[in-house]
């Protein structure tokens, strides 16, 4: 079965950085789009990037020039490195995996951003 499984979050002042991972097994992870997504408290879950088989990227207007998606094939990863974080990031990111008639979620990683 397909798994996705999150990491890299933590606690960190604003202005700081962080990466996060998401680890793909059981699927040909090069086949298909990945997404990052967030869920604030009290908020509806919102797409934060997306990258495409082919390496097409979008982002959120509120993380562009701040966040950047990249995958690695060869390990089965979808990253997310996050620059100049600012409070309002603060919630648990979801890697998302689209297989069109199929998707795919993790367990999500939580990040806060607080000083």
């Known amino acids: 079965q397909v798994q996705l499984v999150e990491s890299g979050g933590g606690l960190v002042q604003p202005g700081g950085s962080l990466r996060l991972s998401c680890v793909v097994s059981g699927s040909i992870f090069s086949d298909y789009t990945m997404r990052w997504y967030r869920q604030a408290p009290g908020k509806q879950r919102e797409l934060v990037a997306s990258m495409t088989h082919n390496d097409n990227t979008i982002y959120a207007d509120s993380v562009k020039g701040r966040f950047t998606i990249s995958r690695d094939n060869a390990k089965n990863t979808l990253y997310l490195q996050m620059n100049s974080l600012k409070p309002e990031d603060t919630a648990v990111y979801y890697c998302?995996?689209?297989?069109?008639?199929?998707?795919?979620w993790g367990q999500g990683t939580q990040v806060t951003v607080s000083s």
């Open positions: 998302h995996q689209d297989q069109i008639l199929r998707i795919y």
